[in-house]
């Protein structure tokens, strides 16, 4: 990006437009709004879209405050030299200080339930405490469900998920936004399917797969994959400082590209020098593969998360004996501690696993599963409200996949598993297809 003294300086063909003044340390944004000073935070920092956000954004020139909730996952930051600011999300104290003197909110939270929506009611109260004239909220498709209806191509599509599931958290976090965003704190929210680019822990779990024989390519390779380079939904994250509505509505954020689970797995075989094929099965066997329910083996933690339900201790206090084997459950559980006991209590209602292929253990169905989700979700909107073009196609974002897995395949596991990469990330799979898109 050039910058021309005393002159303006086009993001885009349509977008915001920054201008470098005398009077102002840093830069101002030009748009339809007015013209605004920027410093923008971005919260979640650490995380591929985060630090993909706060890279795009130095890039442009905008004075940016990185906030993480551990440097322990910053290693992206600080080798880049930058230095994030600590901040946790749940202390609203500690959030005000980070946010001042911010005038625009980028959130790429993520982490446990609690965190991304208690965390995102704390960020959106203290930005419209702090005076933010933007909240720019990274959600997902994953809002319309694993295998959403083919009228979720588009925004105006009617949101659909089971509870507690990745989706349902993330369609909380909307709601949040949009009441703020009636309060008066302009927001709009952005839609990315699965993430890929480099440094994509989607593409890294498909390639763990594709190594140890996990995947099923349904249909010949032909199903549809919506995908987003990390770069292009960092591009869509600072056009949304200045463009498009401001009452909380969805916008996709996508490539643009009629991708396919084919191009995908040719793409990866060729980077990790798979010569194999996955196996390969119809439409409908993984559909039963996917619907067919699990028979749970027998374990111990599973029977004592059953005695500790409130149903269970119930049915036994009907009996004289059966209510003194309850109260001895209830000391021994609660010699844990009130925190364990809620935990079990807890874990009897999580969600329940999609089962492998019956006969094939190996088999990674759940993954293969996304192959039935079907739809091709339209930038449409975004092209329209924000100005959005992508700045890479998906070819230049698989050869940059690619050279990214080469130059750190040192710093991954033998498997190039995405269940664990090193610089602490133990955890990926909470940005993998199934929890992310």
Not at 216 to 236: E, F, K, P, Q, Y
């Amino acid at each position: 990006m050039r910058f021309q003294s005393g002159g303006r300086v086009h993001a885009s063909d349509r977008g915001p437009v920054l201008e470098e003044t005398a009077s102002h340390a840093g830069l101002v944004f030009v748009s339809r709004f007015g013209r605004v000073t920027v410093r923008v935070a971005v919260v979640g920092a650490s995380g591929l879209a985060g630090f993909a956000v706060v890279e795009h954004l130095l890039e442009k020139g905008i004075e940016t405050v990185p906030l993480v909730g551990s440097t322990g996952n910053s290693w992206r930051l600080f080798s880049q030299g930058i230095t994030p600011q600590l901040v946790n999300v749940l202390h609203p104290d500690g959030l005000s200080r980070a946010l001042g003197g911010c005038t625009h909110v980028v959130n790429c939270l993520r982490g446990d339930e609690n965190v991304m929506l208690q965390g995102t009611r704390n960020l959106v109260k203290e930005a419209l405490r702090a005076g933010a004239t933007r909240f720019v909220h990274v959600s997902s498709v994953a809002v319309y469900g694993d295998r959403p209806a083919p009228g979720a191509a588009v925004e105006s599509a009617m949101p659909s998920v089971e509870k507690r599931t990745y989706g349902w958290i993330k369609l909380r976090q909307d709601e949040i936004v949009q009441r703020i965003a009636a309060r008066g704190l302009k927001s709009i929210i952005l839609c990315p399917p699965n993430i890929v680019g480099p440094g994509s822990y989607f593409l890294l779990e498909i390639l763990g797969c594709l190594l140890r024989g996990e995947l099923l390519l349904a249909d010949g390779g032909r199903c549809i994959c919506s995908t987003v380079d990390v770069r292009n939904l960092a591009h869509a994250c600072f056009l949304a400082l200045s463009e498009g509505s401001t009452t909380g509505e969805r916008h996709f954020v996508t490539d643009d590209e009629r991708v396919t689970w084919g191009s995908i797995v040719d793409g990866l075989r060729a980077a990790g020098q798979i010569v194999a094929r996955p196996p390969e099965c119809t439409l409908d066997e993984l559909r039963r593969s996917s619907e067919e329910p699990a028979t749970p083996k027998p374990k111990l933690w599973v029977s004592v998360k059953h005695l500790v339900s409130s149903d269970v201790r119930s049915a036994l206090r009907k009996a004289p004996l059966l209510e003194k084997i309850d109260g001895a459950l209830r000391a021994f559980v609660g010699g844990f501690g009130s925190q364990i006991e809620d935990r079990l209590r807890l874990a009897i209602e999580g969600p329940i696993k999609v089962p492998r292929k019956p006969g094939d253990a190996k088999m990674n169905v759940r993954l293969s599963a996304q192959q039935l989700r079907g739809v091709w979700h339209r930038c449409d909107k975004a092209k329209v409200e924000l100005g959005y073009r992508p700045i890479c196609t998906f070819a230049q974002s698989m050869a940059a996949f690619s050279r990214w897995l080469h130059g750190t395949r040192g710093m991954l596991e033998p498997d190039w598993s995405s269940r664990k990469i090193l610089f602490g990330y133990a955890e990926a799979e909470k940005e993998s297809v199934h929890q992310h898109i």
